[in-house]
């Protein structure tokens, strides 16, 4: 039980430093990371597309993924995030692509 409700503190802890992190970004940051986070999504779909969409992909994806973790945590777990909505969606046929 109180490890439950530790487990449960660490979580809105994260959950008050995101918010916090995001009252001190303005909205120009904001937008760029969510387009960051959407060119990500758009590399990952081209990355299940088949061998060559993949290669062509991996590097930037990659490299986007290490500026990702360099940054912050939860900016690297967005990434992951939009990595697996993203292939996951391309592979159901839901994606755009």
């Not at 990371?33 to 061998?51: C, E, H, I, P, S």
Request: glycine share 6%; charged share 15%; net charge positive.
């Amino acid at each position: 039980m109180v490890e439950r409700e530790r487990a449960r503190d660490g979580v809105v802890d994260s959950l008050i430093v995101v918010g916090q992190e995001l009252r001190r970004r303005n909205s120009s940051a904001l937008v760029v990371d969510v387009l960051y986070l959407f060119t990500t999504a758009f590399l990952a779909t081209l990355a299940v597309q088949g061998v060559r969409p993949a290669v062509v992909a991996a590097l930037p994806l990659l490299t986007f993924l290490y500026f990702a973790w360099k940054s912050t945590t939860a900016f690297f777990l967005a990434n992951l995030l939009a990595i697996a909505l993203a292939v996951i969606a391309t592979e159901t046929g839901i994606g755009l692509l």
